[in-house]
């Protein structure tokens, strides 16, 4: 569910001070009528809808530098994450929340095929079969 905007908040208040009942406001906006209810209930308690302060680190990029960073990452596989870090937007920010925010999306790193890796194992069969051949 979409967390609602400060005016769709208040727009959800003159809604329902106008008589509109949960069900209504909710489909109205897209959201839960728990949603709703316990917009209503802070109302009633706090006497205002703003949100209240939250816990741990305020993000570092907005959801719009983080699509640029994906978009980024999809146009071109093989640019790095410190690159993109230093140059990509326009403050520096950590390489480490550019592999967050990529892998928050599902991409992954592209590295270079090497070849296969052959263990010791791998390595006596592959001497025994060329004796046997």
Partial sequence: MPRLRQ???ERAVGMAQQGANNAVIARTFGCSRKTVTQLM????????????PRSGRPRVTTPAEDRRIRKIHLRNRFVTATSTATTALGHRISRHTVYRRLRERGIRAHHPYRGVHRTLQHRRRLRWARRVL
Wanted: proline share 0%; glycine share 14%; net charge positive.
């Fill in 7 to 9: 005016i769709e908040r």
């Fill in 41 to 52: 209930q802070r109302l009633r308690q706090a006497g205002s809808t703003s949100d209240g």
